[in-house]
């Protein structure tokens, strides 16, 4: 069994920087592409970033490029979400996940393998 539990969230003005983290349990962390998503009230959760398992392929939406970095530390089984430039619009529940590919993790939003809590981010204007 593999589980998720993010933090970092919290409120930020705009332009102000988070950094969330997302610890995973389990020795099988390195078989699994990881990712963010998020989801503001009343929309869909989206796809925010993902990173591969040894970490050399990093994907983002382009509303996040250039904001947002992801990365993974294998020895300590935890994924990053560095949100830098944050904008109002970026205010959501954000949710970390884990796919068995990367190729999954690109895919539909309810193909991932494991999913944790979320923690909220609020951005002020």
């Known amino acids: 069994q593999v589980q998720l539990v993010e933090s970092g969230g919290g409120l930020v003005q705009a332009g102000g920087s988070l950094r969330l983290s997302c610890a995973v349990s389990g020795r099988t962390f390195m078989r699994y592409a990881m990712g963010w998503f998020r989801q503001a009230p009343g929309k869909e959760r989206e796809f925010v970033a993902a990173?591969?398992?040894?970490?050399?392929?990093?994907y983002y939406i382009d509303s996040v490029k250039g904001r947002f970095t992801i990365s993974r530390d294998n020895a300590v089984n935890t994924v990053y979400l560095q949100m830098n430039s944050l904008k109002p619009e970026d205010t959501a529940v954000y949710y970390c996940?884990?796919?068995?590919?990367?190729?999954?993790?690109?895919?539909?939003?309810?193909?991932?393998?494991?999913w944790g809590k979320g923690t909220l981010v609020t951005v002020s204007s």
């Open positions: 996940a884990a796919a068995i590919s990367i190729a999954r993790m690109r895919g539909p939003v309810d193909g991932m393998d494991y």
């Open positions: 990173i591969s398992w040894s970490g050399g392929s990093t």
